[in-house]
């Protein structure tokens, strides 16, 4: 599963070298004003000529007033901007918007000029820091799965790019010859692992439920809403368990429910950003995936591959059960 981040537009980056005192310099304050002062007031022109020349070539003034247009439409005018600190060639401001907050990341040339500007989700510096679960897990199923993507390489686990869900898995169902499905593979119900029983893995409160993303056609993805049908789980220890791509309208859960380890949370779909009938599982040190940390997961005791594992989190290819 992959989730859409949020829409952001990023027109060019030329580093320049060196590094830079952790104040704020009177080149960088002058113009981030005045490409806050052009912005809010549509100046795209303006923007524009305090580009560098590779940035122009790079962007446009055409390009460049579709991007003011379509960044002012989703996020509205900056209200205000702080300065954070430099990285490396690079200033980092929050960016406050009408309809939200951004880390704005400027650069500059030997001129003044920019060459190199971008918006990314802000993080905050005092999320929890979690390097594993604390809460004791089982697998979120019944009998023996398959780990299509897990571990800590992107050839294992192509999950590790997105910060939320860098230690996520995708597990299946898949029979002795490796098949996921039983003839063709052409419908939900074909899949091994469609309408299979999905568990809570621990005692935890249910803070969000989504239940009403149709499920897709294999082969086809929903990226609009890409966690699909899905529930979440916040446990004692502030942890968040994400499970997701549940068939449409089949949770069995409500928001504010405490479950225990083992109750029913619903049945396996292929929901959101889903080419095939599978469960989503990860887990993220606070609630909004926008600023979320993914963390390791660790389940007590489970059957790897028949063999019994402590204290162990899965990888690709392996077949799992509890």
């Not at 802000?122 to 820091?129: A, R």
């Not at 029913?264 to 909004?288: A, D, K, M, R, T």
Request: proline residues 3%.
């Amino acid at each position: 599963m992959k989730t859409k981040k949020i829409t952001l537009v990023i027109l060019a980056l030329f580093s320049v070298s060196g590094l830079f005192a952790q104040t704020e310099t009177a080149a960088y304050k002058k113009v981030v004003e005045r490409f806050t002062y052009y912005y809010n007031n549509n100046m795209s022109d303006s923007i524009f000529h305090i580009l560098s020349k590779e940035m122009q070539e790079f962007l446009p003034i055409e390009k460049a007033k579709d991007f003011i247009a379509s960044f002012t439409q989703q996020f509205g005018n900056i209200t205000k901007t702080g300065f954070i600190r430099y990285n490396s060639s690079l200033a980092v401001y929050k960016a406050q918007f009408e309809l939200g907050v951004l880390a704005l990341n400027i650069s500059l040339d030997k001129d003044s000029k920019i060459n190199g500007i971008s918006f990314k989700p802000y993080i905050p510096n005092n999320l929890p820091v979690m390097e594993r679960n604390q809460t004791k897990l089982i697998l979120p199923f019944e009998n023996e799965w398959t780990v299509v993507w897990g571990g800590d390489t992107k050839e294992d686990n192509y999950h590790v790019d997105v910060q939320s869900q860098k230690n996520a898995f995708d597990f299946v169902i898949r029979n002795e010859t490796g098949k996921s499905f039983r003839t063709n593979g052409n419908s939900n119900e074909d899949y091994y692992c469609f309408g299979r029983k999905l568990i809570a893995p621990c005692d935890g409160e249910v803070v969000l439920v989504v239940d009403g993303v149709k499920d897709n056609i294999p082969g086809e993805m929903n990226s609009f809403f890409p966690t699909g049908n899905t529930v979440v789980l916040k446990t004692m220890n502030n942890e968040y368990f994400y499970l997701c791509h549940f068939k449409h309208h089949s949770i069995a859960v409500k928001e504010g429910q405490n479950v225990k380890q083992g109750d029913l949370l619903g049945f396996c779909g292929n929901s959101g950003n889903s080419s095939e009938p599978h469960l989503h599982f990860h887990i993220q040190n606070v609630e909004n995936m926008n600023i979320a940390t993914g963390v390791k997961c660790y389940f007590e005791q489970i059957l790897v591959n028949k063999e019994t594992k402590t204290n162990y989190s899965p990888k690709k290819g392996e077949r799992e059960s509890n």
